[in-house]
């Protein structure tokens, strides 16, 4: 099993690009999120999902859009970067609200 | 306001000195707290969940305590390799989400 898998590591963008993250699970679990992670700051949750078609919002929503079309997917898109979203951002995934397990990360740059 | 604090920032040790990270957290009804390890350049691998105060688990030389207020994460007779950063997060009964700490960031020289 591959576990929480995301896609792309590392991207940079210029001021007011789009682009979509990808995260991929193959654990069979309903919930799933995506954090981002700045310098001595805890991890922040973006927006969630609890199954297949739902999304909802989080601490840091602003600025970004997410979709769950399928269980095992869930896409984050930044519509118009900016560079307060330079960060490492993180997809996670559990079963119930129990223990989530995190992917490897995506170090975006915005310029 | 639910909130998390974890001290040190910072805590070098030599190889085989314990010593204890804490969390510190305020939440309107605890469900769950976790703890997990996050090395450079990667995500959070998860450690623990502690439900209630009074719970200890272990794994290794790693050891987690709850209380009311605080959770400890006592490590024994560290090795270089348990150097990492190391995060605390409370999830409150009222939701799904998770609040996190900054973490501590653990150096064991050897």
């Not at chain 1, 997809?91 to 223990?99: D, N, R, V």
């Not at chain 2, 010593?19 to 305020?26: F, G, I, M, P, R």
């Not at chain 2, 450690?47 to 305590?65: Q, V």
Request: proline share 5%; aromatic share 10%.
């Amino acid at each position: 099993n591959a576990g929480v898998t995301q896609t792309p590591k590392f991207r940079v963008l210029k001021t007011g690009q789009s682009m979509t993250l990808l995260c991929a699970q193959d654990m069979n679990h309903e919930y799933m999120y995506w954090y981002r992670q700045d310098p001595g700051m805890g991890l922040r949750l973006i927006h969630y999902s609890v199954g297949e078609g739902t999304t909802a919002k989080g601490e840091v929503p602003d600025g970004y859009n997410v979709s769950r079309l399928k269980k095992q997917n869930f896409l984050l898109g930044l519509e118009s970067a900016a560079p307060s979203q330079t960060s490492v951002y993180f997809c996670a995934s559990s079963i119930g609200a129990y223990e989530q397990f995190f992917g490897p990360g995506t170090r975006l740059t915005v310029l | 306001e639910d909130q998390v604090t974890q001290s040190p920032e910072a805590l070098r040790l030599q190889e085989g000195e314990s010593s204890s990270l804490n969390c510190s957290y305020t939440v309107s009804g605890l469900r769950g707290l976790f703890w997990y390890r996050q090395d450079p350049g990667k995500g959070p691998e998860f450690l623990f969940t502690l439900y209630s105060a009074g719970e200890e688990k272990e794994k290794e030389r790693l050891k987690a305590t709850l209380t009311k207020k605080e959770s400890f994460l006592h490590i024994t007779a560290p090795k270089p390799e348990d150097s990492a950063t190391y995060l605390c997060a409370v999830q409150a009964d009222s939701n799904y989400q998770l609040i996190w700490g900054a973490g501590t960031k653990l150096i064991i020289k050897p």
